[in-house]
């Protein structure tokens, strides 16, 4: 059966990998591994993995560690796993979690990405016929909360940027000291004009003492910067406290593109807007 490898990125989100029986996958820092985890304390070569024939015809991963830095299974040292039922390891200090997939799984996930794909032509499709702010915030709650299983979503546009207070898009969740955790994260993503996808953040030591990521439970967040000229001018921002606790790679890129999106319409309409007032 295939085996999936997911780990945490530089930005954030988790990174996915669908790994296939009948050859040898290397996992490490160096950029010819399969699979590349750029952390300085991850061995360029750190584990092999291969699925082995059994009897029965099926197939089960086994894990061989390779590394300077140690491979460990709940604190302790390991040099070889097999790999029958989902596991979390770390790579040296880096987290990965390693679960067996049935075939219909991967059919699944299969599926999704082509949904996800469709979503986008449609979106796209009802994006150029907005002709509001409010419809276009009323379309992008609705692309995130439908398309990313996030209970809570809004686009929100400045008027001056990183000026929260001259905003069009902020719902009423968003007032006051139960949104203090989230403009945090807003501030981040404006500021440095990058993509803040935020997983367990009760792990985190710079939000989770936040009142409104307490006081709602919130679990993983999702920031995206919407920019004109390359410069913000607003973002996309979702969070979860029930459905999920991280953002995939896959979720990031159709955020991204639904930016992107709302991007183009929103400089077709600054341009539109100079052009009336020179006629």
């Not at 590349?36 to 894990?63: E, F, T, Y």
């Not at 709650?141 to 990313?148: A, Y």
């Not at 996808?197 to 679990?219: F, M, R, T």
Request: net charge negative; charged share 20%.
């Amino acid at each position: 059966m295939p085996l999936q490898i997911a780990f945490t990125e530089d930005n954030g989100s988790v990174s996915e990998h669908l790994l296939f029986e009948g050859r040898e996958y290397q996992v490490g820092r160096s950029e010819s591994a399969d699979i590349v985890i750029p952390h300085p304390q991850v061995s360029r070569s750190h584990i092999v993995l291969r699925a082995n024939k059994q009897a029965d015809n099926d197939h089960v991963w086994q894990l061989n560690d390779m590394s300077s830095t140690g491979c460990f299974n709940a604190g302790v040292q390991i040099k070889h796993l097999t790999l029958d039922k989902p596991h979390v390891l770390q790579l040296g200090p880096v987290p990965c979690e390693f679960t067996p997939l049935a075939l219909n799984n991967v059919v699944k996930l299969d599926s999704q990405r082509e949904w996800r794909k469709q979503q986008l032509k449609q979106y796209q499709t009802q994006l150029q016929q907005c002709n509001s702010s409010t419809a276009l915030i009323n379309l992008a709650r609705e692309c995130l909360t439908q398309s990313l299983g996030c209970e809570r979503a809004s686009l929100i546009l400045f008027d001056k940027i990183n000026n929260y207070q001259l905003g069009v898009g902020y719902e009423s969740w968003m007032q006051g000291e139960d949104f203090t955790g989230s403009r945090t994260i807003i501030n981040q993503c404006m500021q440095a004009n990058v993509i803040r996808a935020i997983g367990n953040i009760v792990c985190d030591n710079s939000l989770n003492k936040q009142h409104s990521i307490i006081s709602h439970g919130i679990q993983a967040a999702i920031c995206v910067p919407v920019c004109i000229d390359e410069k913000p001018v607003g973002v996309l921002y979702a969070d979860s406290t029930l459905g999920r606790r991280y953002f995939t790679q896959t979720d990031i890129d159709f955020a991204t593109s639904l930016a992107n999106m709302i991007s183009m319409r929103l400089l077709f309409h600054t341009i539109e807007h100079k052009l009336s007032l020179i006629s």
